[in-house]
């Protein structure tokens, strides 16, 4: 397994409500990442960890919010959601010592209706 | 500033076919670059890296910093090379290291 699980794997929800992702992993790699997929547009950066408590912006991190309390899980947040966030949603982890790269989640596709 | 760009998004062959996917990027320093393969409905997984310098099912990539290009190659594309590729470049900022991602290539091997 790879070590990073995404929950929910799929979600539909009602513009303007609140919903959170959640990724978690078991590798101890200190720096998570949240990307959204979305056709034409490739992979974008919403918001990165780099460490517990320790969260930066990416390029599209408008309407979205992140936390990280342990060191295994990173939530991210779409205060109220609305129909320009229907995407996939995918997770990554890395560690920087190691010349690896990303390791993804399975992603999670968020419908907003 | 950093980018990578995939000029191709879309990208068809045929079975036996050589194959070759674009990349070129810009980067003030020196990079780290990635190939990722994205299967149908799956998650993203690492194809090459440029350090490692190494071949995966048949694929291979070579930096070319003149042309700052990282082409994706494979002498004989099979159906199954059928997915979503995506370069990827690695920066690092005070924060750590991000990624860059290109838009994508979806390659389609016919048979």
């Known amino acids: 397994d790879a070590g990073i699980t995404q929950s929910p794997r799929h979600k539909v929800t009602e513009t303007g409500t609140p919903v959170t992702l959640r990724c978690h992993q078991t590798?101890?790699?200190?720096?998570m990442y949240w990307y959204r997929q979305d056709p034409g547009h490739g992979l974008r950066l919403i918001h990165y960890s780099y460490g517990v408590k320790d969260t930066d912006k990416g390029e599209v991190s408008d309407g979205y919010s992140v936390s990280r309390s342990k060191t295994e899980d990173f939530l991210l947040t779409l205060e109220s959601a609305t129909s320009s966030q229907t995407s996939v949603y995918f997770c990554?982890?890395?560690?920087?010592?190691?010349?690896?790269?990303?390791?993804f989640g399975s992603g999670t596709r968020l419908t907003v209706v | 500033a950093q980018r990578v760009t995939q000029p191709e998004k879309l990208l068809s062959v045929f079975k036996g076919a050589p194959v070759e996917l674009k990349c070129n990027y810009s980067?003030?320093?020196?990079?780290?670059l990635f190939w990722y393969v994205q299967y149908s409905r799956q998650r993203l997984q690492l194809l090459l890296r440029h350090i490692s310098r190494e071949s995966i099912k048949g694929f291979t990539a070579d930096l070319n910093k003149g042309e700052t290009s990282f082409h994706l190659k494979k002498p004989f594309a099979q159906e199954e090379d059928s997915a979503m590729y995506y370069c990827a470049l690695s920066g690092h900022s005070g924060t750590g290291n991000q990624f860059y991602f290109g838009t994508g290539t979806s390659l389609t091997v016919i048979p």
């Open positions: 980067y003030s320093g020196s990079p780290e």
């Open positions: 990554a982890i890395s560690d920087p010592l190691q010349y690896s790269g990303y390791t």
């Open positions: 590798e101890n790699h200190r720096y």
